[in-house]
């Protein structure tokens, strides 16, 4: 077989089969903790919606938080009307404000149950060449993408530790596997919380604690109408984007098993092996083409 076939080979072997999972001893006995919270970020639209109703399905009960209070509110809704979990409290707050995660903790001490599962999902995109974006939308981007999840993950780890028994999800993406020209910046965030994901999980092996990164590809919410979005080649009609229940169904398999890696979709698993495999430079141009839809 010559190099290219074999190439070929590693990667279809890979794509077809999971990806590495946690010590054993970290994941045995996933079901909800009797009395336990989820908290989910992000929770009133896309992907942190359908995250909200699959834990709730599964019984758990929730803290839900994003900035949108009506969003909020309907999701409960949903939830209360549809689901075996209950939502035990909701929270309008601007994670990118000073204070926010200080109030979430604040929040979480007042209900006298312990957190179980903490799912940092919340974040928003900036789409467009370096040299062109908005400054100020960037900064507010990693103030919420990298700073809001980093603090509320030091913030509410050590109640887990304490208790020797914890999952962290954290929504990371495809776009933080490899670099993305003209979404450089949110393809920072975005590597940055995939980088300190897996740093994490090591971590913590052997704690009772598993940490799973979330990487989706591109997904059919609201997230592709913000931050330039809309001016991507993913918004001309194409069917690749994946509904964002799918990604949700595995993000909760994913972390019930105690992946370190979900990666939902074969697509995007072929994706995600590719830009593990092939040279940066061959990588970066795929992913400008899927972007950009130019070379």
Request: proline share 4%.
């Amino acid at each position: 077989m010559d190099g290219r076939g074999e190439l070929v080979s590693r990667v279809y072997r890979r794509v077809r089969r999971p990806i590495p999972l946690v010590a054993e001893s970290d994941v045995d006995d996933r079901a909800p903790l009797e009395g336990g919270l989820t908290l989910v970020t992000g929770a009133a639209s896309g992907i942190g919606r359908a995250l909200a109703h699959e834990f709730a399905r599964h019984g758990h009960d929730l803290v839900l938080v994003d900035v949108d209070e009506a969003g909020l509110e309907a999701v409960t809704d949903e939830i209360d009307t549809l689901a075996a979990g209950t939502v035990s409290l909701q929270l309008a707050i601007d994670l990118t404000t000073p204070g926010a995660v200080d109030d979430i903790e604040t929040a979480l001490a007042e209900l006298e149950a312990p957190l179980e599962i903490l799912v940092n999902n919340a974040g928003v995109p900036v789409y467009g060449p370096f040299s062109t974006t908005d400054g100020g939308a960037e900064r507010e981007m990693i103030r919420l993408n990298v700073e809001a999840l980093t603090r509320l993950s030091d913030g509410l780890l050590a109640g887990m530790l304490e208790r020797e028994r914890g999952i962290v999800v954290h929504t990371a993406s495809l776009a933080g596997v490899v670099p993305v020209p003209t979404a450089a910046v949110y393809s920072g965030t975005k590597a940055y919380v995939y980088s300190f994901s897996l740093a994490l999980a090591a971590e913590l092996e052997g704690t009772g604690i598993s940490v799973t990164t979330l990487c989706p590809g591109e997904t059919d919410t609201g997230f592709m109408n913000r931050g330039g979005m809309d001016e991507s080649a993913f918004t001309d009609g194409s069917d690749a984007l994946m509904a964002p229940e799918t990604v949700a169904r595995a993000a909760y398999a994913g972390a019930m098993a105690g992946e370190r890696v979900v990666v939902p979709g074969w697509r995007n698993r072929l994706r995600y092996h590719l830009a593990r495999v092939l040279p940066t430079r061959v990588a970066m141009a795929i992913s400008r083409r899927l972007w950009s839809g130019t070379r």
